[in-house]
């Protein structure tokens, strides 16, 4: 067992045990935080140490049984020995494919909510009511997975589509589901707003962000420089008259979060700190990954606003992924929310990229 990869665990196995003998002093001494730190280590730490030792006691285990088929001369026992070697073998193999699972490093992400921004790019009109159909996709979506959704902030259209929306996505699992979905999604189809029947191709762009905590960004605010304004675009009942439409700028990033939906300007304000809260946090967490020239890996395909991720084709009733090469014959089933395909697709492509880079 000379891999890197049994050094690294027989490393964790002993902070294992540093962390757990120094539990019960953490707590009698009242120190809370670093007790429950030290509880969440130990948890984190106990499945892939359990996994190891399971391991090396499979190993001693078929090191045993060969050593007896050498000299066994009985043919039903050597018989028996043989299989128990077969089966040692098979399950050294499984559990060795369970660690390196265990190892990925989990996605610091997981379990945020998630800020959702949909916005019209090439297409015009078009491609803000193809902005409007996403922003239903990933509604139906969440609908059907139980997660809540709530709109941060909208530019409605003329015709009733989106120049841009934000919404946040409330659920345990709705960030490893949709980050994958940040990049241009692009739309063949005859627009409303085309007479004479030709295809055109729309795009629009969706970005992807954990929701920040005020824990995960300090904003100093000296940083910022806040505006009220009369609220424009289509309008409800009130939304022209009073000035509660809130604009933030970040000085330092150059960043621009406005809020203009709510009556409220307290309540439009609110959403835009969580907005900016969360523009900040991915931009801290990029300037982190380039820093360790990890490439930001954990969008397959990487993600990125100027990288074509999907095309949907009416005419065909036609989805493809272009990072992962799969199409699906399904358009309307995929507006619909039936999305798993696409996204277990995703998630397994991942896997396989960490499982790589863990092996290289």
């Not at 539990?23 to 007790?35: F, P, R, T």
């Not at 090396?56 to 039903?76: G, H, K, Q, V, Y």
């Not at 692009?186 to 085309?194: N, Y």
């Amino acid at each position: 067992m000379a891999d890197p990869m049994f050094s690294r665990l027989a490393e964790l196995e002993a902070e294992l045990e540093r962390v757990e003998s120094t539990l019960s002093d953490l707590y009698a001494a009242g120190d809370q935080k670093a007790a429950a730190d030290a509880g969440r280590r130990s948890s984190e730490l106990r499945p892939i140490v359990e996994a190891y030792r399971t391991y090396r006691t499979n190993e001693s285990e078929l090191a045993d049984a060969r050593e007896l088929a050498a000299i066994e001369s009985d043919p039903a026992m050597l018989a028996f020995l043989k299989q128990e070697i077969a089966d040692k073998d098979a399950e050294r193999g499984r559990l060795d494919a369970e660690i390196k699972e265990l190892l990925i490093p989990k996605d610091p992400n997981d379990g945020k909510n998630v800020i959702v921004e949909i916005r019209g790019a090439e297409g015009g009109e078009e491609a803000n009511l193809w902005a409007g159909d996403l922003y239903r996709m990933y509604g139906y979506y969440a609908d059907a997975h139980k997660w809540k959704t709530e709109v941060l902030s909208s530019q409605p259209s003329e015709m009733g589509g989106f120049r841009e929306i934000t919404f946040v996505v409330r659920g345990p699992d709705a960030w490893s589901h949709l980050k994958h979905e940040a990049g241009p999604h692009r739309v063949q189809r005859v627009p409303a707003t085309e007479s004479q029947g030709r295809i055109h191709t729309s795009a629009a762009t969706v970005a992807v962000l954990p929701e920040a905590e005020e824990v995960d960004i300090a904003i100093d605010p000296s940083d910022l420089e806040i505006d009220t304004y009369r609220s424009t675009g289509p309008g409800g009942q009130s939304v022209n008259t009073t000035d509660s439409a809130i604009r933030i700028t970040h000085r330092p990033t150059g960043l621009v979060v406005t809020c203009q939906d709510e009556k409220s300007q307290l309540q439009n304000k609110e959403k835009a700190f969580r907005i900016l809260r969360s523009r900040l946090l991915q931009v801290e967490q990029e300037r982190q990954a380039a820093e360790t020239a990890d490439a930001r890996r954990s969008q397959v395909g990487g993600g990125g606003r100027s990288e074509k991720i999907r095309t949907y084709n009416f005419k065909e009733n036609r989805v493809t992924d272009h990072r992962v090469g799969l199409t699906l014959h399904s358009l309307d089933a995929v507006l619909s929310g039936d999305l798993d395909a696409l996204v277990q697709r995703l998630m397994a492509e991942e896997r396989q990229q960490q499982l790589e880079d863990a092996d290289s």
